[in-house]
């Protein structure tokens, strides 16, 4: 079992920034790809940011140039730099990393969640 721990969300007016940290946890064999999503109240879960265990990384078109994600695979953690933040990045942010185990099986992990609300 590997559990994702958020945090460094918050409260913050546009314009502003935000880092969250996503810490990965338990028995890790190899973690593959790890990323962050967002749900905004009535809309889908969204992919905001993916990174490869490599580095190579992909954004979701309305954070591109805004958003920066990267990784410390020797923390297994994950971190979003959000900048220049706007309303409509407000949302519950989720964690999610793709765990391969020893035994060869490759499972996809999700972290609880930290609300991001971006005042005008």
């Known amino acids: 079992q590997v559990q994702l721990v958020e945090s460094g969300g918050g409260l913050v007016q546009a314009g502003g920034s935000l880092r969250l940290s996503c810490a990965a946890s338990g028995k890790i064999f190899s973690i593959k790809s790890m990323g962050w999503y967002r749900q905004a109240p009535g809309k889908q879960r969204e992919l905001v940011a993916g990174?490869?265990?490599?580095?190579?990384?992909n954004y979701g078109d309305s954070v591109k140039g805004r958003f920066t994600i990267s990784r410390d695979n020797a923390k297994n953690t994950v971190y979003l730099q959000m900048n220049s933040l706007k309303p409509e990045d407000t949302a519950v942010y989720y964690c999610t990393a793709d765990h391969l185990s020893l035994a060869g099986a490759l499972w996809d992990y999700w972290g609880q969640g930290t609300q991001v609300t971006v005042s005008s």
């Open positions: 990174i490869t265990s490599d580095g190579s990384t």
